[in-house]
């Protein structure tokens, strides 16, 4: 099969985000010998990324308007109608970030398109789509089939979930400059960007860290993994909830709307491994799951695990380091 | 400001042993215990505070079965005005686009400023009926709210964009905002708030209230399998009593540069 594909690429500030490259794998692979595979790029200034972008995609359609300065879901989805309206692609891509949360639903409603979100495979089946996704919590996955409606079909991916593809060495797609369409911007202005609050300690930087989550059920109990930490000579991190419910600052979060964390050692507390907190932790570390449901999806990606009662385990662990550092 | 808040009835599976039906299209819920999705708790107090300071009505709405009732009774304990249950045995088979196109007939049908939605739902959602709701109104959105002010007939949503930064944009109204985690405190209701509540009579609407013809739902994306996820290598999970388990991981952390 030979189809036409179209991803709408993101950027990472004046960057290419990673998963511009991602859904350019996804996208040649169902694409298909014979078939073209188109990205979209929107934003201010954004000549150099085009011819990036050309250097592994057939075609780039280029939004480039100080309006699309900043991603805006709604700005984008309006700009990107139209150009599905004409080229016509059998199956539109773009990434299940933050950002196209923002922005994906509302194109496939607007283009009159079926949408399978936050795919961790995708393959062509029985003249549509059939998509792996993790749901309760990835706990479970599950295939969903989609039929595409005369218009296609759209398919987010989830970041890293797909294999990049390698840009080649020359810029050889073609590079289509396009006009904004009349109501991209209405009902929506930019204001400001918010940077996160730098917090008293940078955990960014600590190469053993103690991550707490929901598990620790209170705010007085957060004593346990503090103590544990100042017994390894550890920085405490922790998940969204503990932020949350104000226990925490969100300076010591990890996650994809948190930080991103690089320590040699990573041990989670009461933390089930959702893959919101798991993106947020890189390089590797030598990781250690400490939970009492044996079922956690932690457990898949742990180097170690401890299937058990935290307040149980974490302070005979603190014990036990205490009297190896003697 | 008149706000309509979405809010659905999911199974909590965070410290559950989740078991798959011989169908292999339902997990085994029986056992589990249910309540108003994590963030749409979030959505339900920020159309309360809205609507505390600036006047105006909270409607909630859940497209579901009989017992999904239970959340808007929740809803209204917590303090929304009115509660309106989507319920027609037509949307059993509905998919999120179709759930959406019926949350869209019922709000398209009244006045409403502000339409709220919790990010994503815990069960099988996937954050993506907000945006697709605001598109079937065609008003404006935002996705994944941490802030809201109302000001001059207009909505600064603060959300979540890429990396821990956040931005700041301003809405016209009639718009969808679609709400984070975090972004309040909710309140707490107390078993004599729910109980206060309990003879309050809910509406029913099915699809011949909301003039929802039969194929209009027919759903694209449909369920074929659910299966238990590979466990790839997985963790070397330490056995033995906690003393033991302990003094195995102490050598581990040691091996691995962690002591
Ligand atoms: C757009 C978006 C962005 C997000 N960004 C982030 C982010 O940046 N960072 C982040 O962390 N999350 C983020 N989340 C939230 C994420 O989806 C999860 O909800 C969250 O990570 C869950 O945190 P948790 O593991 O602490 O809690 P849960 O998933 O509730 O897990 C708690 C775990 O503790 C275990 N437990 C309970 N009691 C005990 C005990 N006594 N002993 C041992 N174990 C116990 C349970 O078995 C369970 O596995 C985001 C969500 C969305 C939608
Ligand atoms: N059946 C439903 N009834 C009412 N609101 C819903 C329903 N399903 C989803 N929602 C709303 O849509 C949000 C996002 O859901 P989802 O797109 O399923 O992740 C939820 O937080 C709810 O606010």
């Given at each position: 099969m030979a189809i036409k594909v179209l991803c709408i690429v993101e950027r990472a500030g004046s960057a290419l985000d990673?998963?511009?490259?991602?859904?350019?794998?996804?996208?040649?692979?169902?694409?298909?010998?014979?078939?073209?595979v188109g990205a979209a790029l929107l934003g201010d200034g954004v000549g150099d990324l085009a011819a990036d972008l050309a250097r592994g995609y057939d075609d780039v359609w280029v939004f480039d308007d100080a309006r699309l300065a900043a991603w805006d879901g709604e700005a984008n989805a309006r700009a990107v109608a139209p150009l599905v309206a004409r080229e016509k692609p059998a199956l539109i891509l773009s990434a299940h970030t933050n950002l196209g949360i923002d922005f994906a639903p509302g194109l496939s409603v607007r283009v009159g398109v079926p949408l399978l979100p936050d795919c961790l495979a995708l393959e062509h089946a029985d003249g549509g789509y059939v998509a792996v996704r993790a749901i309760y919590g990835g706990k479970v996955h599950a295939r969903f089939a989609c039929a595409p409606s005369e218009h296609g079909a759209m398919a987010t991916l989830r970041a890293g979930a797909f294999a990049a593809a390698e840009p080649g060495a020359d810029a050889s797609g073609e590079i289509h400059a396009e006009t904004l369409a009349a109501d991209v911007g209405q009902g929506r202005r930019p204001v400001r960007t918010v940077e996160p609050d730098a917090g008293e300690v940078d955990i960014t930087q600590a190469s053993i860290l103690v991550g707490v989550g929901r598990g620790i059920e209170d705010e007085e109990n957060l004593e346990v993994v503090q103590s544990l930490a100042e017994a390894l000579g550890a920085e405490v991190a922790c998940s969204r909830p503990v932020v949350d419910k104000?226990?925490?600052?969100?300076?010591?979060?990890?996650?994809?709307?948190?930080?991103?964390?690089?320590?040699k050692v990573y041990i989670a507390v009461g933390i089930s491994g959702s893959f919101q907190h798991m993106g947020g932790i890189k390089g590797s570390p030598f990781l250690v799951a400490i939970n009492k449901d044996a079922r956690a999806p932690i457990f898949g990606v742990a180097d170690v695990g401890v299937v058990d009662d935290l307040f149980d385990?974490?302070?005979a662990l603190e014990e036990k380091i205490r009297e190896a550092k003697g | 400001?008149?706000?309509?808040v979405c809010i659905k009835r999911v199974p909590d599976v965070a410290e559950a042993d989740v078991e798959i039906e011989s169908?292999?299209?339902?997990?085994?819920?029986?056992?589990l215990s249910w309540g108003m999705n994590e963030w749409d708790t979030f959505a339900v107090e920020?159309?309360?505070?809205?609507?505390?300071?600036?006047?105006g009505s909270v409607t909630a709405l859940t497209v579901g079965g009989e017992d999904d009732e239970e959340v808007l009774r929740r809803a209204l304990a917590m303090g929304a005005d009115q509660a309106l249950h989507l319920q027609d045995d037509a949307f059993a088979g509905a998919d999120p686009l179709g759930v959406?196109?019926?949350?869209?007939?019922?709000?398209?049908?009244?006045?409403?400023?502000?339409?709220?939605?919790?990010?994503?739902?815990?069960?099988?959602g996937s954050a993506q009926l907000g945006g697709m709701l605001a598109a079937l109104l065609d008003v404006p959105q935002v996705a994944l709210a941490t802030r809201t002010a109302f000001a001059d007939g207009k909505l600064e949503v603060q959300h979540e964009v890429e990396g821990g930064l956040e931005r700041v944009v301003e809405l016209d109204l009639p718009a969808v905002v679609t709400v984070q985690t975090g972004i309040n405190q909710p309140r707490y209701v107390s078993i004599r708030g729910i109980r206060k509540v309990a003879s309050v009579e809910i509406p029913v609407e099915g699809a011949a209230e909301l003039g929802l013809a039969a194929g209009a739902l027919?759903?694209?994306?449909?369920?074929?399998?659910?299966?238990?996820?590979?466990?790839?290598?997985?963790?070397?999970?330490?056995?033995?009593?906690?003393?033991?388990?302990?003094?195995?991981?102490?050598?581990?952390?040691?091996e691995r540069g962690g002591i």
């Open positions: 990673d998963t511009a490259w991602e859904l350019l794998g996804a996208a040649r692979a169902l694409a298909g010998d014979g078939g073209s104000g226990w925490l600052p969100k300076s010591r979060q990890v996650g994809t709307s948190g930080l991103t964390v690089k320590p385990v974490v302070p | 400001m008149d706000i309509v169908s292999g299209l339902r997990i085994d819920d029986s056992d920020e159309a309360l505070r809205l609507k505390e300071a600036h006047g959406a196109k019926i949350l869209a007939a019922a709000i398209g049908k009244r006045p409403y400023d502000l339409v709220l939605t919790g990010a994503v739902s815990g069960d099988t027919a759903a694209q994306v449909t369920l074929k399998e659910l299966f238990l996820p590979p466990t790839g290598d997985g963790a070397e999970i330490l056995e033995g009593n906690t003393d033991e388990v302990v003094e195995k991981l102490v050598e581990r952390l040691r």
